[in-house]
């Protein structure tokens, strides 16, 4: 990697689509969403009923009973059939919530899971183009957007929906007219809705994208912390999460500008309706083509339709958040993976593997080569020195050679096999590259070491270290393996990280191992011992060391010499060195210190 | 992790939660008025507008009421509608502009917090992250509630006083039913406190698991270990699941029994109406109003009963958020605070003279917490201005420790640092960072642009920032990027490579002009040539520039005047290197490792290169 490229290659589109299509793709992405699906509706469909027949019977009871003054004896039945109502509405209420919570946090447990995984599935380049604060947002805040909804006002817009049907029955028994009145206001409503999706979809897409941001700079600032204080650049970092954290709330109320413009029309239809029944039922009663009782009900029916449209319009214009969350959340899980697991079937051959290079090149997306075209064959077995300046793309090399980023133009082959056809998990067991910041996690050394190898018993891991010769080093520290390492590794130096990042490498036995630049900031005297230690640990095996300092290249098989992308030399030491050429250049530069003991 | 610092007697969220929505009205009292007198209109609106609907169907009872004079109360309805609209605008709009002010209030707290002292000791990054994302938003969520709220609360009074002047015994019943209702959310509050308070615990926990594996991505992909890393973070999230369910089975009952408390109310209404208009102690008239007005109040009751039902989340939102807010900053101990600027006035005019820093160390020691043993112990050595001093040691003897503690980033156990005169840590860190420059090992390098990461903040001009590349030997591939100064690198650099990226680490440094410089084995990544030509690019700022550098390559230890050999954290040799490397057996061992190591290849048997591979 050795140009800079700008950060908005490689983003992560959007999953392209309307609501009903996102709705459907999200809802058929985890199986666990659809359970019971049918027993909560019908569940749903007898709270609403409850709901539509308290207000009847109420106004059964006060006309029959209360009115003629019939004492409690005439109520008592209506009373009870009007509990038994509330009491199954609450109920079925309850289980409906119940159910929801369950299927919704099954279901987005398993899509947080496979975004996560799709994740760590994406090309390297395109990883490392995302900001780690917002790869995180995509499986936190993106889906709880999703999760918020799909408990509170997925239920409610659900629910909604339902009564207004219901409603819409019950009045047409009582005016087939009214009723295509009311509809006739409605419908235009829900055209309008519709249509202004494509108006709120792409600002909450964009707000979720802030959030992202938002959280990408605050994980740089906790990160760089040391920096920050370093150079008192406080007021650097605060411009930036200030910058982040403004545009986010710019973006909030954008959204919330649509979000109230299109609830405040949708506002209007409801009191429509309303002001609509009463002057048309009025006309007809007065005509008397419709009794007052039949008036007085389809009255009190608009205001059991008009109120879950209400509550509909809020929980419709929420859901485009949920929708936006979605969105990226499919956006996850379209984004085309490393080598799709179903290609990669074959695996390695046992013993030494050789590595060719099959007219292999790198550019970045925008065009840029890193390495051009070459074609070269490792020779299973063989120990290989990769030399040049920093940014010659060395580590490009080593990265390609074992899959960890996919050529551009060509292929590469491990054992004769080609790399995208090798299973990943066969791959993997057999190659192991350690880079030159080794990431340790924030716990002891020997689980550090066991995350490749998660069976090694404490007496595998130390042999690891005296294996290296760095049995010393460990035995100096008073807590040995159990020593913690600090989040990040901070609570050793970085020549301790790189030392417990190789035992790590070392420690998984592989057939192929690649080192970039691992010994970089171990002490000289520790670093040629190890390099001594490596020398005879990988006799027999294959290996590709990536190193500015020259102490590899003496005892390779093979030197390839880099320069800006091109391999300029390569051959074993002394034959490069009798040349004259760039390796004789650099080895001069190399041990013409005057310091050499 | 019950639910810090929130208490859990009975109310102390609901308490929590309303002493919250307090101070956000006292922070945004403007939106919430307007949004409060939006949300009353909206109410008169609505009565209005059943009134004149009973008003008009009443009308058409009388025989001679239909026809053109309904055009008049018909226009009153339009009006209201348009009235009621506007209200409805006015109330959300404002009421989403108190909350997201409030957000934004609060995440910039966070960040500046974040900012300026890193994360707090023990704190995961990714959990950091969601309390700066979902916990700010929780902790406001019931503002946007509020306005509607308050006037259902004042149409709540304004019901049961009518249901008091209709008849004392309804009323009573009204007030029986509120009470009722806010024992309910009591309960539900003690009950769903703890429950929300783990649920946004695990919350944390997923995005702490998410954002330590990604930043370990790379090595999880070279080790084939996703599936490993997938089944790990599948354990967190279903944990979360689950605690979401058992938050969701209280929250379940929550809201379907304040629905059903109304719709019982009015039943119970029904049945003391019957038995009383029986009894002749009351008129049908009454019964029919005071269930109406029951009906009327479930609306607000349970709008009152939505904000109530948000507390706990509130609640326990802010107390994460404010656990954040006053945690100690990192590095900065009590003693550690300078109270003024500690520079003496006798010192070298504190930076204007040409000459470097003066460091004195006397016998220094440092104890990092938790640690097991001393990193630095009983160290004590003096440095010139002007002088160039190297430290040299194996890995872990204490190299990057001293540089730390030289520079002042972090305060000694016991002894003491002088630099001119005065303890580095205690001076003000404007004023530390403009005479001492640290490059670290590890560059940490923002996504930002060349200029952005060389400036951190303060203003150079281009001449001094090519300046510096040119001594950090960095100029030749910025000129070469593709926007140069202004390309963007990528997050942590990785668009860069590792020898690039210390490079501008030390640009950033020398832009500063620091009286002293103290580099961390800062050129580790830098080859052979590179290196030598920045050695020799830095020896020529001396003597305005006092250099300390860490590190063990033998170019830098012999441009030295000094060299400090540590071992385990305490001087074991000090003096120049031609002296150390005759005296110290160690010294030697360190220093010569890599001619021994060519001596011992040279003379061992050359392998035969057969296969030897073609390069094409």
């Known amino acids: ?597 | 992790m019950t639910s810090e610092g929130v208490g859990d007697g009975w109310g102390a969220r609901s308490r929590q939660g309303l002493l919250l929505l307090l101070g956000a009205v006292r922070a945004e009292p403007w939106p919430f008025v307007g949004a409060l007198a939006g949300s009353a209109v909206y109410a008169g609106a609505t009565v209005f507008t059943a009134w004149t609907l009973g008003g008009v169907t009443d009308r058409v009872v009388q025989p001679h009421g239909a026809g053109g004079r309904l055009t008049g109360p018909m226009l009153w309805l339009l009006a209201a509608a348009v009235v009621q609209m506007l209200a409805f605008t006015c109330r959300e709009q404002l009421s989403a502009l108190m909350r997201l002010r409030l957000e934004c209030g609060l995440r910039r707290r966070l960040a500046e917090r974040f900012a300026v002292g890193g994360a707090p000791a023990g704190r995961k990054p990714g959990d950091l992250l969601s309390v700066l994302s979902i916990d700010v938003e929780t902790t406001w969520q019931a503002v946007r509630l509020l306005p509607s709220a308050c006037s259902a609360l004042l149409t709540l009074l304004v019901g049961i006083t009518a249901m008091f002047l209709t008849d004392p015994v309804f009323g009573w019943m009204g007030v029986a039913l509120l009470l009722l209702a806010l024992c309910f959310s009591l309960v539900y509050e003690q009950k769903a406190g703890p429950l929300v308070a783990r649920l946004q615990f695990l919350r944390g926990r997923v995005a702490a698991m998410a954002h330590e594996s990604f930043e370990a991505a790379l090595l999880v992909k070279a080790s084939g270990r996703e599936e490993a890393e997938v089944a790990r973070f599948a354990g967190a999230a279903t944990g979360l699941a689950r605690a979401g369910m058992v938050a969701g089975r209280t929250r379940s009952v929550f809201d379907p029994v304040m629905e059903a408390l109304p719709g019982l109310g009015i039943l119970a209404t029904l049945l003391l109406g019957a038995e009383r208009v029986g009894g002749g102690r009351e008129h049908p008239g009454a019964v029919v109003q005071v269930a109406f007005l029951i009906a009327l109040l479930a609306l607000p009751l349970m709008s009152v009963g939505w904000i109530i039902g948000e507390f706990p989340q509130n609640a326990t939102a802010w107390a994460r958020v404010s656990e954040v807010l006053s945690a100690p900053l990192e590095g900065t101990g009590p003693d550690a605070v300078p109270a003024e600027p500690q520079v003496q006035a006798g010192t070298a005019g504190a930076g204007t003279g040409p000459d470097g820093c003066a460091v004195v160390l006397d016998r220094v020691g440092l104890v990092r917490p938790g640690a097991a043993g001393a990193a630095l112990s009983e160290l004590s050595l003096s440095v010139a201005p002007g002088q160039w001093v190297a430290v040299a040691g194996a890995s872990g003897s204490g190299k990057s420790t001293l540089t730390a503690v030289l520079s002042g980033l972090t305060a000694p156990t016991t002894g003491t640092v002088l630099v001119d005169g005065a303890a580095p840590h205690t001076w003000p860190p404007a004023e530390r960072a403009r005479r001492i420059a640290v490059v670290p090992q590890q560059p940490f390098l923002f996504r930002d642009t060349v200029r952005a990461n060389l400036a951190l903040g303060a203003e150079y001009p281009d001449a001094e920032l090519w300046r510096a590349l040119r001594l950090a030997q960095a100029a030749e591939f910025v000129a070469a990027l593709p926007q140069g100064l202004d390309t963007l690198v990528g997050e942590r650099g990785h668009s860069l490579s590792g020898g690039q990226r210390q490079r501008l680490a030390l640009a950033r440094a020398l832009v500063r002009r620091p009286a002293l410089l103290v580099l961390d084995d800062a050129t580790s990544a830098v080859d052979a040539r590179i290196e030598g030509e920045i050695l020799a690019a830095l020896d020529t700022l001396r003597p305005a520039t006092t250099v300390v550098a860490a590190g063990s390559s033998p170019a830098a230890l012999e441009r030295a005047d000094l060299v400090l050999l540590l071992e385990r954290g305490a001087l074991a040799d000090q003096g120049p290197h031609h002296l150390l490397a005759q005296r110290s057996a160690a010294y030697q061992q360190l220093v010569s490792a890599y001619a021994r190591d060519r001596e011992r290849r040279d003379s061992a048997p050359v392998a035969v290169a057969g296969d030897r591979g073609r390069a094409a």
């Open chain 1, 1 to 597: 990697m050795s140009t800079a490229e700008t950060s908005t290659v490689g983003v992560i589109d959007e999953a392209q689509g309307g609501a009903v299509e996102i709705l459907r793709r999200g809802l058929r992405s985890s199986a666990d969403f659809l359970v019971g699906m049918r027993l909560t509706v019908l569940l749903g469909l007898v709270a609403v009923a409850g709901r539509v027949v308290l207000p009847i019977t109420v106004q059964r009871a006060l006309d029959g009973g209360v009115r003629h003054g019939g004492g409690t004896a005439a109520v008592v039945w209506p009373v009870a059939g009007a509990m038994v109502a509330v009491l199954l509405t609450a109920a079925c209420s309850y289980a409906v919530s119940i159910r929801l919570y369950r299927v919704s946090e099954t279901g987005l447990a398993a899509s947080r899971v496979s975004a996560f995984r799709h994740l760590h599935a994406l090309p390297l380049v395109r990883q490392e183009s995302q900001p780690r604060g917002a790869l995180v947002a995509r499986v936190t805040s993106d889906i709880d957007t999703v999760s918020s909804f799909l408990q509170y006002k997925g239920l409610m817009l659900a629910l909604s929906t339902l009564q207004m049907v219901a409603t819409t029955v019950v009045m047409a028994c009582y005016s087939v007219w009214l009723t295509l009145l009311v509809w006739a206001l409605q419908l235009p409503l829900l055209v309008f809705l519709n249509r202004s999706q494509s108006f709120l979809a792409p600002r909450f897409g964009r707000l979720q994208e802030r959030v992202g941001e938002v959280l990408a700079v605050a994980s740089e600032a906790l990160a760089g912390a040391e920096t920050v204080r370093g150079y008192d650049a406080s007021g650097y970092v605060v411009a930036r999460a200030d910058r982040a954290v403004t545009e986010l709330a710019t973006e909030q109320m954008r959204a919330q500008r649509a979000i109230t413009a299109v609830q405040s029309l949708a506002e209007l239809v409801p009191s429509l309706i309303t002001v609509a029944l009463a002057a048309a039922g009025v006309e007809l009663v007065a005509h008397g083509w419709m009794s007052l009782g039949d008036l007085a009900a389809v009255l009190f029916l608009a205001v059991l339709f008009v109120s879950p449209t209400r509550q509909g319009v809020v929980a419709f214009t929420e859901a485009q958040r949920a929708l936006a969350g979605w969105r990226r959340l499919l956006g996850v899980l379209d984004a085309p993976g490393a080598a799709a697991p179903a290609a990669g079937k074959r695996t390695l051959p046992d013993g030494p593997l050789g590595i060719g290079f099959e007219q292999v090149g790198f550019s970045y997306p925008t065009g840029r080569p890193v390495l051009e075209d070459f074609s070269l064959e490792l020779v299973p077995g063989r120990r290989v020195a990769v030399v040049g300046e920093t940014g010659a793309g060395k580590t490009t090399f080593a990265k390609l050679a074992c899959g960890l980023v996919e050529p551009g133009r060509g292929r590469v082959l491990v054992g004769g096999v080609p790399l995208d056809e090798v299973d990943r998990a066969s791959l993997r067991r057999r190659m192991v590259i350690v880079p030159q910041e080794g990431f340790l996690f924030d716990t002891t050394i020997a689980a550090n070491v066991r995350f490749t190898l998660p069976d090694a018993s404490p007496a595998d891991i130390r042999r690891a270290f005296v294996e290296l010769g760095l049995g010393d080093w460990l035995d100096g520290l008073p807590l040995g393996l159990d020593t913690p390492v600090g989040p990040g590794g901070a609570l050793l130096s970085a020549g301790e990280r790189q030392m417990v990042a190789l035992a790590r490498a070392h420690a998984a036995d592989p057939a192929v191992l690649i080192l970039d630049e691992a010994t970089s900031a171990v002490d000289p005297d520790t670093e040629v011992r190890i390099q001594a230690a490596l020398d005879r640990l990988t006799s027999g095996r294959t290996s590709i060391t990536v190193a500015h300092r020259l102490i590899s290249a003496r005892s390779a098989d093979l030197i390839l010499v880099f320069d800006a992308g091109r391999i300029v030399e390569s051959g074993p030491h002394h034959e490069l060195l009798a040349c004259g050429g760039p390796y004789a250049a650099l080895h001069d530069a190399w041990i013409a210190r005057p310091a050499q003991g």
